[in-house]
């Protein structure tokens, strides 16, 4: 099985989310594991170093990796900077994937590519800046943090529903004859939504919503996470041989 998540969001090694996602992590045998973004609330990849406070999780995955296992990370508006320090790991980056899922094509993505707003755009190319780039490494992985905890929006929790309509948009885009499924976070709206040419599958964030997915032989499975373990819930994609 795989298991696809979005948003955790991490603060550091007292946020309840981090031994959430150990647990899940450890729930099953994951064939594969796909982090589509903001795992951390911040994160910025200091000449490879990896931050204390997120041991755990990282210790997590790197033994999914250890085990036999897949783990492909693909960055968020908020852990774009990765740098060196998963890869180490032997975790897999990429700034998209393109896969086969449950016999769909499927396109795996952060989701805030759909997000065209002028603050929103202007605020995302100050922080890929050079200048900003130069500034971090003057400060430091720990001053550097502090600005970048300072900097990251804080999030309550809900979904941001101008987004998450502006990623059905996007999503339409993209999907056609070599793609039929496109699956993404960011927005924190979890959902599964018929388009005209394919599907779009937010994952939602286990932040707050607490929603991942998981993929079988029967489908795919939009799930919430109870007790460190993915309950189903809703409507699901059937596998390609399954469907009616």
């Not at 090694?13 to 899940?24: C, F, R, S, T, Y």
């Not at 400060?139 to 059905?168: I, M």
């Not at 960011?186 to 964030?205: A, V, W």
Request: glycine fraction near 12%; proline fraction near 5%; hydrophobic fraction near 40%.
């Amino acid at each position: 099985m795989d298991l696809l998540l979005s948003d955790v969001h991490l603060r550091g090694l007292d946020d309840p989310n981090q031994e959430l996602l150990v647990q899940l992590l450890a729930a099953e045998d994951w064939a594969r594991v796909f982090v589509l973004g903001d795992l951390f609330h911040f994160w910025w990849g200091h000449d490879g170093q990896v931050s204390a406070q997120f041991v755990p999780v990282l210790a997590a995955l790197h033994a999914r990796v250890q085990s036999g296992g897949e783990v492909h990370f693909i960055p968020g508006n908020h852990d774009f900077a990765v740098g060196e320090g998963l890869e180490k790991l032997g975790i897999q980056i990429s700034p998209e994937l393109e896969l086969e899922l449950a016999g769909y094509a499927t396109l795996l993505a952060h989701g805030d590519e759909a997000d065209r707003s002028l603050g929103y755009r202007s605020a995302a190319t100050l922080l890929r800046s050079t200048p900003f780039a130069m500034l971090m490494r003057v400060l430091g992985a720990t001053r550097g943090a502090k600005l970048g905890a300072k900097l990251a929006a804080d999030h309550q929790g809900g979904g941001n529903e101008r987004v998450a309509e502006a990623q059905k948009l996007w999503a339409d885009t993209r999907l056609g004859p070599s793609c039929e499924l496109v699956i993404c976070g960011h927005s924190h709206s979890p959902g599964l939504h018929k388009r005209g040419q394919g599907s779009l599958l937010n994952l939602g964030d286990l932040a707050h919503s607490k929603s991942c997915a998981v993929v079988d032989k029967q489908g795919i499975w939009p799930c919430l996470v109870r007790g460190g373990r993915p309950v189903p819930v809703g409507p699901h994609l059937p596998a390609r041989g399954l469907r009616p």
